[in-house]
Every structure is written in structure tokens, then in C-alpha cells.
């Protein structure tokens, strides 16, 4: 099944802001949106904002998420040592009648 | 709390099987949707399997449709993936997680080797 589509690596500055994509179709992120997950080496998956661009309880106002057409969206505000991950986009495709994941985008913070 | 806590993997030979359970507490079980991820090692997340709240539908990855299979236990709060014919390119870490993808667990470590 064809994933969403994520840049492999974005590097930034501490305390500067990162702004991650993630790219699909009309028949995942252009339906109902992506949702964004941050993984940390050797934990699991952790979610930062639902497919409605809402934010769980406990998670950071500096990780906000947009979706413009077939692209969502991640931006992180004030990057700090601890953003440094990997971040996940994920989205229900329903041509496929499957969840599709992005590749990963692997945030480092200089 | 939510807590999803996964059991059932380990090492075995191609085209062996297992049973993966996830037991899950915290939250109302019976009225969410649960999904299979998995990582394989140095890998991103793979989707594998979603079950409805009520098990009236499932679908499966490519990867893995005719050899896998999702099912739940709403009485005993588990979910479970009967993995079959296991490949080598099936060892990963498999994940459990609620609907929305809100929670996770730690995962349970497959590996297929002769």
C-alpha cells in the first residue's frame, strides 16, 4: 500500500522553528486529515495531534498542526534538545480500506 | 490510566506461527476501534490490522492479508493477531494501539529466523 509521503531529515536550531509535511492524496489526507506521532529511539509511538489538528491532553501548545489540500502540516515552535525524534504522520485511506503511515521524518536539533 | 500491554512474540522459524495478545485496561475496551503497527528494526511504522469496536469489520495491510489475522475478546479486554506462514521480513516490533491512535503500547518483538 503507497505511505504518505515525509522529507527523511530536517535539522534546526535550538530554539528556532521546524515545520515538517507530510503528503498524500485526496483519498487520505485531502478526506479527513493526518494525524502526527513523535517516536523516541527504543519507546513508542507518541501522538502530538489527532486528524483534526486538535492536540491530546499533556501535549506541548508549541506543536500545532495545519492541512492545506493533500498536505499536512507539523510545526514546532522553540525547538528544544528533547524534539529531537522521529515524527509520524498517519492517515485512513479509504480507497485502500487501510491506515497509511509516512516514511518518518527524523528531526535532529543543533 | 490507559495501558495496552502486548505478549505472545518471540523467536521462531519461517512459516511457523504465533499469537500476539494485547491486554488492554484504563478505558471502556469494547467501544473503541484497535489497531496492529509494526517497526521492524531501523524501520518506520508499518500499519497491520484494525478491528471495529465490535468486530463487525477488519482489514488488513497487503503485506500481510491471507496470513494474518485480527481478532478481539471484548469479555476479556484483549486484542489479538494470529500471525501465520511468518517471513523473515516479518520480524519487527508489533505494537497494539487504541482508535485514534492516542495510546500505545511497548510492543512485542517477533523475530523469524532459521
Known amino acids: 500500500q503507497a505511505g504518505l509521503t515525509q522529507p527523511p531529515s530536517v535539522s534546526k536550531g535550538l530554539r528556532q522553528t521546524a515545520t515538517l509535511t507530510c503528503t498524500g492524496n485526496?483519498?487520505?489526507?485531502?478526506?479527513?486529515?493526518a494525524a502526527w506521532l513523535q517516536q523516541h529511539q527504543g519507546h513508542p509511538p507518541k501522538l502530538l495531534s489527532y486528524?483534526?489538528?486538535s492536540r491530546p491532553s499533556g501535549i506541548s501548545e508549541r506543536f500545532s498542526a495545519s492541512r492545506s489540500g493533500n498536505t499536512a502540516s507539523l510545526t514546532i515552535t522553540g525547538l528544544q534538545p528533547e524534539d529531537e525524534a522521529d515524527y509520524y504522520c498517519?492517515?485512513?485511506?479509504?480507497?485502500?480500506?487501510?491506515?497509511?503511515f509516512g516514511g518518518g521524518t527524523k528531526l535532529t536539533v543543533l | 490510566q490507559v495501558q495496552l500491554v502486548e505478549s505472545g512474540g518471540g523467536v521462531v522459524q519461517p512459516g511457523r506461527s504465533l499469537r500476539l495478545s494485547c491486554a488492554a485496561s484504563g478505558f471502556t475496551f469494547s467501544n473503541h476501534d484497535m489497531h496492529w503497527v509494526r517497526q521492524a528494526p531501523g524501520k518506520g511504522l508499518e500499519w497491520v490490522a484494525v478491528i471495529a469496536y465490535d468486530g463487525s469489520y477488519k482489514f488488513h495491510a497487503d503485506s500481510v492479508k491471507g496470513r494474518f489475522t485480527i481478532s478481539r475478546d471484548n469479555s476479556r479486554n484483549t486484542l489479538f493477531l494470529q500471525v501465520n506462514s511468518l517471513r523473515a521480513e516479518d520480524t519487527a516490533v508489533y505494537h497494539c494501539a487504541k482508535d485514534q491512535q492516542d495510546y500505545w503500547g511497548q510492543g512485542t518483538l517477533v523475530t523469524v529466523s532459521s
Open positions: 485526496s483519498n487520505n489526507v485531502g478526506d479527513q486529515g
Open positions: 486528524r483534526n489538528n
Open positions: 498517519s492517515a485512513w485511506d479509504r480507497s485502500l480500506s487501510a491506515w497509511v
